[in-house]
C-alpha cells in the first residue's frame, strides 16, 4: 500500500492487519473500528513523505503490536471511551462519495450513517518521528492523543461519537 491515497475516505471497519504503508494518506478519513495490528506504518525516507492520519476519525480502531514511524496523527480524533454504549459514531456521507450508479437515494444524497465499533481504541506505540493528535512530535502520551480539534467543525464528515440519535442526522441509514 506504498503511497496509496485513502484521504476522506470511509474506511470504517477495515481490516489493514499486517500490511505495509509507506506514505500512505488516510487524512480526513473515517477508519472507526479498522485494524492495523502487526501492521508497518513508516514514512518515505526518498520524498520524506509520512504516513497521515491528519483529521482521521480514531474510534474503536486498533494498533496492535504495530511498527508506527514517522506518522503524523495531527487533528487526528481518538475516541478513548471504556463504555460500550459510547462506540458509534454517526456521519453524513458527503455527496462525493454517493454518485456513483446504483447508489439508493432513500436517504437522499447525503445519507446519515451510523457506524457501530466493539472495542476499546488501542493506539501506536509512537517514536520520536511521529505527530501527535495535539501537534507535539512524538512519542505520544495519554494526553497528547487528544486533538484540539472538534472533528465536526474541521472536517467534510459531520460527527458526533457516542451520541445518540444527534440533533443534524433526523434518518440514519443502517444499510451503509
Not at 506504498?2 to 470504517?12: I, W
Not at 466493539?118 to 505520544?140: A, E, F, K, L, Y
Request: aromatic fraction near 14%; glycine fraction near 10%.
Amino acid at each position: 500500500m506504498d503511497g496509496a491515497r485513502f484521504n476522506g475516505a470511509y474506511l470504517a471497519g477495515t481490516d489493514f492487519t499486517g500490511v505495509t504503508a509507506i506514505a500512505a494518506d488516510f487524512s480526513g478519513s473515517v477508519l472507526c473500528g479498522a485494524v492495523f495490528e502487526s501492521a508497518h506504518l513508516d514514512w518515505d525516507s526518498g520524498t520524506g513523505a509520512s504516513t497521515n492520519f491528519n483529521g482521521a476519525f480514531l474510534g474503536g480502531v486498533n494498533f496492535a503490536n504495530a511498527t508506527v514511524q514517522g506518522a503524523n496523527f495531527e487533528s487526528a480524533y481518538v475516541d478513548f471511551s471504556t463504555d460500550p454504549s459510547d462506540y458509534e459514531a454517526y456521519f453524513t456521507i458527503p455527496i462525493a462519495h454517493t454518485q456513483f450508479p446504483g447508489f439508493d437515494d432513500s436517504f437522499g444524497n447525503t445519507p446519515c450513517v451510523q457506524f457501530a465499533y466493539s472495542s476499546v481504541t488501542v493506539v501506536p506505540d509512537t517514536q520520536s518521528g511521529n505527530t501527535c493528535p495535539d501537534g507535539s512530535r512524538g512519542p505520544c502520551e495519554d494526553t497528547t492523543w487528544t486533538s484540539p480539534v472538534v472533528p465536526r467543525d474541521q472536517s467534510p464528515w459531520q460527527n458526533s461519537q457516542g451520541k445518540k440519535n444527534p440533533d443534524w442526522c433526523s434518518q440514519v441509514d443502517l444499510f451503509w
